[in-house]
């Protein structure tokens, strides 16, 4: 079993940079400015169908008594669903007007970070980085808009959650520390984002003027859900640091479940 064309070598011709975080950690405004730099394919929408991809990926990995006859072998299985990806994402790069670099957002990836690598071993990683209070209060917001009811149990999952992808990141940038930038939320206020950037990535270079501007979305603020960030389409100097909006016993049990994992990732930014 073959895919018709392999586009593998389509590689050569561009940088491919991966943008995530953990939820309500800034993933949309960092997206946003490096897809501000001229060598960077316009701002697009979340790459769910890419996730998505990669997510079957994984199914089918871990599904031997279907996919090793199917395939011919779990080698097999990898390389023709490994290429199958891989071709995807070079057809994104001739759909996006075949920028120098092509970089793709998605908060989805935290939890295929290993696989992403597999499969991309030359991708960079930017993985956005912001304090658990701060987090947990974007999501409170969130969550107040869908009509949910703010409990203390909501507050403990919620920085489990958390918690978690810091300790994704922190493993998975141990073991790739060449290729994983982690970038504060904290650097688009106080100005440090743009040399950061360029510092980890030398073809990026931030625009905050080209913010948003996209030939591929009409209206980037069109389509709004409960999830869609107050920030967006707004230019960086519009926009001021969302306060945290938590209780003490809220805040004392975020610092409690994700304060020890965030501290960890802060010791390596």
């Known amino acids: 079993m073959i895919i018709t064309q392999d586009t593998s070598h389509f590689f050569e011709n561009y940088e491919l940079v991966f943008v995530t975080g953990h939820p309500r950690s800034g993933t949309t405004i960092s997206y946003a400015m490096i897809c501000s730099s001229d060598t960077v394919n316009d701002f697009i929408p979340e790459s769910s169908f890419l996730t998505g991809l990669v997510s079957n990926f994984v199914a089918g990995y871990n599904n031997d008594v279907h996919n090793n006859e199917f395939f011919g072998g779990k080698q097999a299985f990898v390389d023709y669903a490994g290429k199958q990806i891989r071709n995807f994402v070079n057809d994104c790069w001739i759909r996006f007007s075949s920028p120098k670099v092509l970089a793709f957002k998605d908060p989805i990836m935290m939890s295929q970070l290993d696989v992403f690598r597999v499969i991309f071993p030359r991708a960079k990683f930017v ?26 149990q909501l507050t403990e999952v919620l920085a489990r959650n958390a918690a978690m992808d810091y300790a994704r990141t922190i493993a998975f940038k141990n073991k790739n520390p060449d290729n994983i930038l982690l970038l504060h939320y904290d650097s688009f206020f106080d100005g440090s984002y743009g040399e950061t950037i360029t510092a980890a990535i030398p073809a990026i270079r931030c625009n905050p003027e080209k913010t948003w501007e996209s030939k591929f979305v009409d209206d980037v603020q069109k389509k709004k859900t409960a ?14 640091k969302t306060k945290v909006n938590l209780s003490i016993e809220q805040g004392e049990i975020v610092d409690r479940i994700a304060g020890p994992e965030y501290q960890k990732v802060m010791q390596i930014l």
């Open 127 to 152: 993985i956005m980085v912001r304090d658990p209070k701060e987090v947990v209060s974007s999501f409170y917001s969130v969550k107040r808009k869908e009509g949910v009811e703010i409990t203390l």
């Open 227 to 240: 999830w869609v960030t107050d920030k967006l389409g707004k230019k960086l100097d519009e926009v001021e």
